[in-house]
């Protein structure tokens, strides 16, 4: 087998982990990946602002916006009013919300940022390099993503 051949191997069975990973979890707590990020950031303080959630997994407004009432219709998450300004929305995490985090399985990148931390700089700094290469061979690098390993659109529902 070819380099290129071996390198289409690894990149499919990054593709079919995310995959396999992504269906377990609808199956399993009824969200995606990416929805279930949400839910962890606004688990960590109790509550988040829409502009914090989109900063934070680098996705624009529009697709968190998408997200918070995918979530709110679920009962996962309500948005009120701050208190400190009436101009900004609050989000907070429902107490069904809470237990979907609590009972969903490990997430892939939660496994992966163990393993990528714990290598060594120079390490770190080769894959960043080769995987940003790989992205721009792909003609990817503006797609709208988020540090969440999920297939598909990041604000699809289940």
Not at 6 to 29: C, G
């Amino acid at each position: 087998m070819d380099r290129t051949d071996i390198s289409l191997i690894a990149l499919r069975r990054i593709l079919r982990a995310t995959e396999m990973y992504s269906r377990n979890l609808a199956r399993d707590a009824g969200l995606t990946a990416v929805q279930l990020r949400v839910l962890q950031i606004v688990a960590e303080k109790g509550h988040a602002t829409p502009t914090e959630l989109s900063q934070r997994m680098g996705v624009t407004q529009a697709t968190i916006s998408a997200l918070i009432k995918k979530l709110e219709a679920k009962g996962l998450l309500t948005r009120r009013q701050s208190q400190q300004d009436r101009r900004q929305t609050r989000l907070e995490i429902t107490s069904e919300g809470v237990a979907k985090v609590h009972s969903a399985p490990d997430a892939l990148q939660q496994r992966y940022v163990k393993q990528f931390e714990s290598l060594d700089d120079w390490e770190q700094a080769m894959i960043v390099a080769v995987l940003e290469r790989v992205s721009t061979m792909l003609d990817a690098e503006e797609i709208d993503a988020s540090p969440v390993l999920a297939v598909g659109e990041i604000d699809r529902s289940h």
